[in-house]
Protein backbone atom coordinates (compact mmCIF):
# COMPACT_ATOMS: atom_id res chain seq x y z
CA UNK A 1 0.00 0.00 0.00
CA UNK A 2 1.30 3.76 -0.68
CA UNK A 3 0.41 5.55 2.04
CA UNK A 4 -1.72 8.53 0.90
CA UNK A 5 -0.09 11.40 2.72
CA UNK A 6 3.46 11.46 1.89
CA UNK A 7 3.32 8.48 -1.05
CA UNK A 8 5.69 5.98 0.09
CA UNK A 9 5.04 2.42 -0.61
CA UNK A 10 5.22 0.66 3.18
CA UNK A 11 3.85 -1.70 5.04
CA UNK A 12 1.39 -0.65 7.40
CA UNK A 13 -0.03 -1.78 11.55
CA UNK A 14 -3.66 -1.70 11.13
CA UNK A 15 -5.77 -1.63 14.31
CA UNK A 16 -9.57 -2.04 13.63
CA UNK A 17 -12.49 -0.61 16.27
CA UNK A 18 -15.85 -1.34 15.76
CA UNK A 19 -18.17 1.58 15.84
CA UNK A 20 -21.59 0.76 16.51
CA UNK A 21 -24.02 3.57 15.37
CA UNK A 22 -27.58 1.71 15.84
CA UNK A 23 -27.95 1.63 12.18
CA UNK A 24 -30.83 -1.00 11.44
CA UNK A 25 -29.21 -2.02 8.31
CA UNK A 26 -25.43 -2.03 8.62
CA UNK A 27 -22.99 -2.01 11.60
CA UNK A 28 -19.58 0.15 11.23
CA UNK A 29 -15.87 -0.07 11.90
CA UNK A 30 -13.26 2.24 12.08
CA UNK A 31 -9.56 1.01 10.47
CA UNK A 32 -6.56 2.77 11.64
CA UNK A 33 -3.28 2.41 10.19
CA UNK A 34 0.17 4.64 10.83
CA UNK A 35 3.18 5.04 8.11
CA UNK A 36 6.26 4.22 9.51
CA UNK A 37 7.85 6.74 7.22
CA UNK A 38 5.88 9.93 8.12
CA UNK A 39 4.20 8.60 11.17
CA UNK A 40 0.79 10.45 9.90
CA UNK A 41 -2.51 8.26 10.52
CA UNK A 42 -4.66 6.79 7.73
CA UNK A 43 -7.91 6.27 8.80
CA UNK A 44 -10.97 4.31 7.12
CA UNK A 45 -14.05 3.62 7.66
CA UNK A 46 -16.01 0.14 6.70
CA UNK A 47 -19.70 -0.17 6.41
CA UNK A 48 -20.44 -4.04 7.13
CA UNK A 49 -23.72 -4.95 5.57
CA UNK A 50 -25.53 -6.99 7.80
CA UNK A 51 -26.94 -9.90 5.12
CA UNK A 52 -23.99 -10.69 3.43
CA UNK A 53 -21.28 -9.39 5.43
CA UNK A 54 -19.15 -7.46 3.17
CA UNK A 55 -17.73 -4.50 3.98
CA UNK A 56 -17.63 -1.17 2.46
CA UNK A 57 -14.21 0.94 2.80
CA UNK A 58 -13.99 4.76 2.07
CA UNK A 59 -11.04 6.46 3.13
CA UNK A 60 -12.05 9.91 5.83
CA UNK A 61 -7.97 10.89 6.67
CA UNK A 62 -6.27 12.12 4.67
CA UNK A 63 -9.29 13.01 1.99
CA UNK A 64 -6.87 12.86 -1.28
CA UNK A 65 -4.60 10.34 -2.35
CA UNK A 66 -1.12 11.68 -3.06
CA UNK A 67 -0.17 10.14 -6.16
CA UNK A 68 2.71 11.31 -8.44
CA UNK A 69 1.97 13.52 -12.05
CA UNK A 70 1.23 11.47 -15.04
CA UNK A 71 3.96 10.91 -17.19
CA UNK A 72 3.62 13.15 -20.49
CA UNK A 73 4.41 9.93 -22.51
CA UNK A 74 1.03 8.44 -21.19
CA UNK A 75 -1.75 8.61 -23.78
CA UNK A 76 -4.16 11.83 -22.84
CA UNK A 77 -7.31 9.06 -22.78
CA UNK A 78 -5.33 6.71 -20.69
CA UNK A 79 -4.16 9.07 -18.54
CA UNK A 80 -7.55 10.79 -17.68
CA UNK A 81 -9.16 7.61 -16.68
CA UNK A 82 -5.89 7.13 -14.01
CA UNK A 83 -6.35 10.50 -12.89
CA UNK A 84 -10.39 10.12 -12.12
CA UNK A 85 -9.48 6.82 -10.62
CA UNK A 86 -6.91 8.65 -8.00
CA UNK A 87 -8.99 11.16 -7.47
CA UNK A 88 -12.49 8.81 -6.46
CA UNK A 89 -10.50 6.52 -4.52
CA UNK A 90 -10.89 8.35 -1.08
CA UNK A 91 -15.05 8.21 -1.81
CA UNK A 92 -15.15 4.81 -3.42
CA UNK A 93 -12.77 2.38 -3.88
CA UNK A 94 -14.61 0.07 -6.11
CA UNK A 95 -14.80 3.05 -8.80
CA UNK A 96 -11.56 3.94 -8.61
CA UNK A 97 -10.90 0.08 -9.20
CA UNK A 98 -13.29 -0.05 -11.91
CA UNK A 99 -11.55 3.08 -13.80
CA UNK A 100 -8.24 1.52 -13.00
CA UNK A 101 -9.34 -1.69 -14.78
CA UNK A 102 -10.65 0.14 -17.97
CA UNK A 103 -7.35 2.23 -17.79
CA UNK A 104 -5.22 -1.00 -17.74
CA UNK A 105 -7.43 -2.42 -20.73
CA UNK A 106 -6.67 0.70 -23.01
CA UNK A 107 -2.84 0.14 -22.57
CA UNK A 108 -3.32 -3.83 -23.43
CA UNK A 109 -5.16 -2.88 -26.16
CA UNK A 110 -2.86 0.33 -27.55
CA UNK A 111 0.28 -2.92 -27.60
CA UNK A 112 -2.39 -5.38 -29.52
CA UNK A 113 -3.37 -7.61 -26.35
CA UNK A 114 -6.93 -7.19 -27.39
CA UNK A 115 -9.55 -10.56 -26.75
CA UNK A 116 -13.08 -10.29 -26.08
CA UNK A 117 -12.31 -9.33 -22.57
CA UNK A 118 -10.05 -7.94 -19.83
CA UNK A 119 -9.05 -11.35 -17.94
CA UNK A 120 -8.20 -12.92 -21.30
CA UNK A 121 -6.33 -9.76 -22.32
CA UNK A 122 -4.42 -10.18 -19.36
CA UNK A 123 -3.36 -13.87 -20.21
CA UNK A 124 -2.01 -12.58 -23.58
CA UNK A 125 0.10 -10.22 -21.92
CA UNK A 126 1.24 -13.09 -19.58
CA UNK A 127 1.77 -15.16 -22.08
CA UNK A 128 3.72 -13.65 -24.58
CA UNK A 129 6.66 -15.53 -26.21
CA UNK A 130 8.71 -12.84 -28.13
CA UNK A 131 10.98 -11.62 -25.67
CA UNK A 132 11.18 -8.27 -27.00
CA UNK A 133 8.10 -7.66 -25.26
CA UNK A 134 7.76 -9.66 -22.48
CA UNK A 135 6.88 -7.42 -19.62
CA UNK A 136 9.65 -8.06 -16.66
CA UNK A 137 8.86 -10.88 -13.63
CA UNK A 138 7.75 -7.86 -11.55
CA UNK A 139 5.32 -6.26 -13.37
CA UNK A 140 3.73 -9.68 -14.46
CA UNK A 141 3.69 -10.89 -10.32
CA UNK A 142 1.93 -7.05 -10.05
CA UNK A 143 -0.93 -7.37 -13.10
CA UNK A 144 -1.37 -11.15 -11.89
CA UNK A 145 -2.57 -10.04 -8.90
CA UNK A 146 -5.21 -7.87 -10.25
CA UNK A 147 -7.83 -10.95 -10.80
CA UNK A 148 -7.01 -12.29 -7.97
CA UNK A 149 -8.69 -9.31 -6.60
CA UNK A 150 -12.59 -8.57 -5.93
CA UNK A 151 -13.80 -12.28 -6.98
CA UNK A 152 -12.61 -10.80 -10.71
CA UNK A 153 -12.04 -13.98 -12.28
CA UNK A 154 -15.91 -14.55 -11.79
CA UNK A 155 -16.83 -11.06 -13.45
CA UNK A 156 -15.66 -11.08 -17.14
CA UNK A 157 -14.41 -7.48 -17.89
CA UNK A 158 -15.92 -6.81 -21.21
CA UNK A 159 -15.87 -3.83 -23.84
CA UNK A 160 -19.46 -3.15 -22.26
CA UNK A 161 -18.86 -4.01 -18.87
CA UNK A 162 -15.72 -2.62 -17.98
CA UNK A 163 -16.62 0.06 -15.68
CA UNK A 164 -18.24 -2.75 -13.74
CA UNK A 165 -18.29 -2.08 -10.15
CA UNK A 166 -16.77 -5.15 -7.98
CA UNK A 167 -16.26 -5.36 -4.24
CA UNK A 168 -12.86 -4.77 -3.56
CA UNK A 169 -10.67 -3.38 -0.34
CA UNK A 170 -9.14 -0.18 -0.44
CA UNK A 171 -5.63 -1.85 -0.51
CA UNK A 172 -6.73 -3.62 -3.94
CA UNK A 173 -8.01 -0.49 -5.26
CA UNK A 174 -4.79 1.27 -4.07
CA UNK A 175 -2.45 -1.77 -5.84
CA UNK A 176 -4.23 -1.11 -9.19
CA UNK A 177 -3.31 2.32 -9.41
CA UNK A 178 0.26 0.96 -8.22
CA UNK A 179 -0.25 -1.46 -11.42
CA UNK A 180 -0.77 1.08 -13.61
CA UNK A 181 2.22 3.53 -12.72
CA UNK A 182 4.45 0.49 -13.37
CA UNK A 183 2.35 0.58 -16.09
CA UNK A 184 2.99 3.63 -17.65
CA UNK A 185 6.69 3.55 -17.22
CA UNK A 186 7.08 0.05 -18.89
CA UNK A 187 5.16 0.71 -22.42
CA UNK A 188 5.44 4.55 -22.30
CA UNK A 189 8.36 6.26 -20.47
CA UNK A 190 10.92 3.61 -20.96
CA UNK A 191 10.39 2.91 -24.90
CA UNK A 192 10.73 7.20 -24.87
CA UNK A 193 13.84 7.38 -22.87
CA UNK A 194 15.18 4.79 -25.26
CA UNK A 195 14.41 6.63 -28.12
CA UNK A 196 16.04 9.77 -26.82
CA UNK A 197 18.94 8.05 -25.62
CA UNK A 198 19.32 6.21 -29.38
CA UNK A 199 18.62 9.50 -31.21
CA UNK A 200 21.78 11.06 -28.93
CA UNK A 201 23.88 7.98 -29.81
CA UNK A 202 23.05 8.14 -33.31
CA UNK A 203 24.24 11.88 -33.54
CA UNK A 204 27.95 11.35 -32.10
CA UNK A 205 27.66 8.36 -34.21
CA UNK A 206 26.99 10.49 -37.37
CA UNK A 207 29.45 13.55 -36.21
CA UNK A 208 32.57 10.61 -36.07
CA UNK A 209 31.79 9.55 -39.71
CA UNK A 210 29.99 5.90 -38.29
CA UNK A 211 26.77 4.46 -39.21
CA UNK A 212 24.14 4.80 -37.47
CA UNK A 213 23.24 2.41 -34.29
CA UNK A 214 21.03 -0.89 -34.81
CA UNK A 215 17.37 -1.28 -33.49
Request: with cysteine; net charge neutral.
Amino acid sequence: MKCPHCGVAANFREHETPVNFGSKYTARKISTSFCPDCGEIILYLGRIHRETGETDWTLIEPQGANRGPVPAEVPKLIAADYIEACNVLPISPKASAALSRRCLQGILRGHGYTAKDLAKEIDLLLGETDTSKAIPSSLRMMVDAIRNFGNFSAHPITDVTTLQVIEVEPQEAEWCLEVLEECFQHFYVRPAQALVRKAALDAKLAQAGKPASKG
